[in-house]
């Protein structure tokens, strides 16, 4: 049975429009220990596709699939 991590940072965004999730975020993995795990919380439609394919793009990699929840999205990316 898989254990659920918590997350080492969270990165709350809510508020800021785009590029600025991906930049921050970009920002705050490469700060990270590798193998720390990142949540980030965006209300920026546009971070849904974005933070996923740029993080991805830059070698990172998801704990779970990023989640929709009402007008939030939230993203687990480990370092």
């Known amino acids: 049975m898989e254990k659920k991590k918590e997350a080492d940072f969270t990165l709350d965004l809510r508020g ?3 590029p600025y999730p991906v930049i921050y975020t970009l920002e ?3 700060s990270m220990n590798k193998g720390e795990l990142l949540q980030v919380i965006t209300d920026c439609p546009g971070s849904f596709r974005n933070v996923p ?12 699939e990023p989640v929709k929840n009402g007008q939030e999205y939230l993203f687990y990316i480990y370092a």
């Open 16 to 18: 800021e429009s785009c």
């Open 28 to 30: 705050a993995l490469e």
């Open 53 to 64: 394919e740029e993080a991805k793009a830059h070698g990172y990699t998801f704990a779970q």
